[in-house]
Structure formats: C-alpha cells, structure tokens
C-alpha cells in the first residue's frame, strides 16, 4: 500500500457519494433540457431523423458475388430527398413514364403512411445516394413531400451486383418487358456474355429473353408513348408490336425513324387497341404491305371418336386407336369373359 495514499473517513465517503449524487442529476437534467431543446428547435421529421440515426441501424447483405456487404439505414428529410438522391444508371425502372398511373398501386398506402419500406443505395463520393432500387417510393416521397428511409452501402457495388440486386429485391411492381430488356442488355454489354448465360443469370427461358430484347432494341419510345399504357402494355399489343416493328427493321431501318418520327408529334390514343390499330395501319402505308400475324399455335392431335366399354376407354384418331383402361378395371375378370366366350 503507498504510503501516500489518504485514507477516507465514514464522513468523507458519504460526502463524495453526495456530491457524485447530485453531478448524475445535474446531468440528467441537463440531458432533459438538451432533448426538450431539441423538440423545440427540431420538427417531428427531423426528430424520426436523428433517432434512426442514433439507433445505428445496420444489416449485411450476401450478393451474388459472394462477399457480404454492410448497409446502413438512415432517413433522409423530405427537403432533400430530390437533391441528395439519383437512380442509378443500372436500374431499369423508365424514369420518364413514373406517373400517378404507374405508381397508382402505391400511391395511397404512402400518401398516408409514409414510406415505409427503405430503398436501397450506393452512398457516393459527393455525398448523394445512389438508387439501387425504389424509384418509384422515391418518386412518392416527392411527390407527397415526405422524409425516403435509405439503406446504404459505402463500398463500391459492381455492375453484376447491382443487376442481381434489382432482379431479385424489388418489392412490388414487376419491371415490363421494355425494363428487363434494358437490364439483360447493359448485363450482355458489361460481360460480353451468351444467351445461355443471361437465360440462366435471370431464369428465364429463351422465348422470354427473345421478347425482353425486341420489346426493348425494337420498339422506339415514340412509339411506346402513343399507347395509353406506355412502356406497361400488355401482351397481346406488345407481342403485335414486335411482329410489325421486327418487319420494318428487316424492310428498311430507315422506315422505323420515320414512323418513330411521325410518332414524336402525336398524342397518345385513348386506348392501347387504338394506337396499335394506328400503328399498323402507317405501316401498311408505309411499305404497302400487310404485317404479318403471329401465327397460331397448332392444336393437339384430337380424336376423330370416342368411346367407352365397360371400363376401357377407346380414341379413334387418323392413323391409330388408343386404348385406356378405367383404375377400377379388372383385366383378370375381363380374361375370364374372353376365355369362356372363346370356349363356347
């Protein structure tokens, strides 16, 4: 023991532990008048703010390539969300066609509930965030003047990783044909990859691949806009699209900028059957030819007759008869039959 060292009297222990007492009520007061200070200067947005920032609200994410990478979550005020935020040039979402019609099936839940699902981003080196995916929750929160929650990452992502990202986390609405072929072609164009590859990066099959490809290298986007559903039309349009757009790249090049031309200086039609009736008959006028149908699938073979006896089934087509017998069919009791006949 160091001689040097002052032993405490009963009186002097209590005394400290008063004084002590009182420096952590000091504090806590001081703790109360900073956080009643705050409610005061601060707005409840900006409040939510900083306690998502103080909770240090962080997840890792697997990514296709195999590492694990931190995000972070953090929620950025609704006066600096159209600023400090931009989409990423990888994510295929048509930034030109986000309206109160594409994001309809969103747009109530937000306008009263807010965001509530964060997007997810790249923090860049200016300080903004790039969008990975939520466009469109991006779109709302402007649209509604409201605070987007972010997840964000500080490490580089890269091209395949950011693709695998948006495939497989967007939350709501599917990407149309038009965005999944942009999204297959900037994959293709990165890696110099087959179809096989891509077919397999994205599971689909190649007829899929097909029609994401020609919805998005054949159609012009003055062509989408005649149509009431833009980017979003459906099927039977856009396969009808594709058949007469895929003829006039193979007519002449220079028809398809000439109807795309035409196209920039109208209004969209009414309805997505209108525009496309007009869209087939410029192109008559334009090549004088009729555009071609898809054709139409073959119907299975189909039975010229049919019949059944006592339990077997018999289907009469063309160059053969096919014989299915009932489950319940007894074949030794149908033997028994046969043979006493026979005998007889």
């Known amino acids: 023991m160091s001689k040097n060292r002052r032993i405490l009297s009963p009186e002097d222990k209590a005394k400290i532990a008063q004084q002590t007492q009182q420096a952590l009520e000091n504090l806590n007061n001081n703790k109360a008048g900073f956080e009643m200070l705050a409610e005061a200067v601060c707005s409840p947005e900006q409040l939510e703010a900083n306690k998502v920032e103080n909770e240090r609200n962080v997840q890792s994410i697997d990514l296709c390539s195999g590492r694990s990478v931190r995000f972070y979550k953090t929620l950025l005020l609704s006066k600096d969300v159209e600023n400090l935020t931009v989409v990423d040039d990888l994510n295929p979402r048509s930034q030109e066609h986000l309206t109160h019609d594409t994001t309809s099936d969103i747009d109530d839940s937000i306008g009263s509930s807010g965001v509530v699902f964060g997007v997810w981003a790249q923090l860049m080196p200016d300080g903004r965030y790039s969008l990975i995916d939520g466009s469109r929750r991006r779109y709302e929160a402007i649209k509604h003047g409201l605070p987007l929650p972010i997840w964000y990452t500080r490490e580089e992502l890269t091209t395949a990783e950011k693709i695998s990202f948006i495939h497989t986390g967007r939350l709501s609405k599917s990407f149309s ?84 031309g035409m196209a920039e200086q109208m209004e969209s039609f009414e309805s997505d059957s209108k525009a496309l009736d007009w869209v087939k008959k410029t192109v008559i006028e334009l090549t004088g030819v009729e555009p071609k149908s898809r054709k139409k699938k073959k119907k299975k073979n189909e039975p010229v007759s049919q019949s059944v006896i006592g339990g077997i089934k018999l289907d009469q087509y063309d160059d053969h008869i096919k014989i299915t017998l009932d489950k319940n069919f007894d074949i030794e009791r149908l033997y028994e039959v046969l043979k006493t006949n026979f005998e007889k």
């Not at 038009?178 to 164009?189: I, K, P, S, T, V």
């Not at 110099?192 to 012009?220: E, H, V």
């Open 177 to 260: 044909y038009y965005e999944n072929g942009r999204m297959l072609c900037a994959y293709q164009d990165e890696f110099g990859i087959d179809i096989d590859a891509a077919c397999k990066m994205f599971s689909i099959s190649k007829p899929t691949y097909s029609r994401q490809i020609n919805a998005y290298k054949l159609i012009p986007m003055s062509i989408y806009n005649l149509f009431k559903s833009k980017i979003d039309v459906g099927n039977t349009e856009l396969f009808a699209l594709i058949t007469v757009m895929r003829g006039l790249h193979d007519i002449d090049y220079s028809l398809v900028e000439k109807i795309s």
